[in-house]
Nanobody, 116 residues
Framework: QVRVVESGGGLVQPGGSLRLSCVVS????????MGWYRQAPGKQRELVAS???????NYADSVKGRFTISRDNAKNTVYLQMNSLKPEDTAVYYC??????????WGQGTQVTVSS
């Protein structure tokens, strides 16, 4: 099962940037499609960005052009570069495998707060 540990969140002003990291264990990252998700207070968890084993990426319309997902298979790490952050990006960010039956427990996530 895929296990994950997210990091890199914090408090940032509108227009700022953050880079989130997700260290993956339990399965080779090179064989696993991955995604970044987020959950804002009172809302359901949503998929923000995904990346396939071949490197193809997909983004939610709300982050397209501002966020970039990438992977470093040698480091077993998936990244989410977030630029031009907006208050509505405030949420807990999670990563996990895209294929549900490959998933272990969800990680604790990393809090991103965009506020002046």
């Amino acid at each position: 099962q895929v296990r994950v540990v997210e990091s890199g969140g914090g408090l940032v002003q509108p227009g700022g940037s953050l880079r989130l990291s997700c260290v993956v264990s339990g399965r080779s990252l090179s064989a696993t499609d991955m995604g970044w998700y987020r959950q804002a207070p009172g809302k359901q968890r949503e998929l923000v960005a995904s990346i396939t084993v071949g490197g193809s990426t997909n983004y939610a319309d709300s982050v397209k052009g501002r966020f970039t997902i990438s992977r470093d298979n040698a480091k077993n790490t998936v990244y989410l570069q977030m630029n031009s952050l907006k208050p509505e990006d405030t949420a807990v960010y999670y990563c996990h495998a895209q294929v549900i039956f490959l998933r272990g427990p969800w990680g604790q996530g990393t809090q991103v707060t965009v506020s002046s």
